[in-house]
Nanobody, 128 residues
Framework: QVRLVESGGGLVQAGGSLRLSCAAS????????MGWFRQAPGKERAFVAA????????SYSDSVKGRFTISRDNAENMVYLQMNSLKFEDTAVYYC?????????????????????WGQGTQVTVTS
């Protein structure tokens, strides 16, 4: 059974950095794209970043482009989200997810419907 566990969230001042981690288990993930989404209070879950199975292609939402970096380590079944220059509006619960289809990639067009498995989320709070 696929399991995703996020960690690394916390409280940070605006301008600071955090690194989120997602530990995946239950299958070999090298042929599946993975993504990060976030959900702020009262808002829908929104795409943040995605990465192909091989890690050679990455996509970002406009709101985080240039500040966030997604990466993965297939040997360790890990996905990361390095978040720099954090802003108050980055405050949200961050989720990692696995694309439901092998060898599929939608880049910045990803929606929540494309992902079959989700972690429980990790809270990121940015103070001004």
């Amino acid at each position: 059974q696929v399991r995703l566990v996020e960690s690394g969230g916390g409280l940070v001042q605006a301008g600071g950095s955090l690194r989120l981690s997602c530990a995946a288990s239950g299958r070999t993930f090298g042929s599946y794209a993975m993504g990060w989404f976030r959900q702020a209070p009262g808002k829908e879950r929104a795409f943040v970043a995605a990465i192909t199975g091989s890690g050679d292609t990455k996509s970002y939402s406009d709101s985080v482009k240039g500040r966030f970096t997604i990466s993965r380590d297939n040997a360790e079944n890990m996905v990361y989200l390095q978040m720099n220059s954090l802003k108050f509006e980055d405050t949200a619960v961050y989720y990692c997810a696995v694309d439901s289809r092998r060898w599929h990639y939608s880049g910045s067009r990803y929606s929540t419907d494309d992902f079959a498995f989700w972690g429980q989320g990790t809270q990121v709070t940015v103070t001004s």
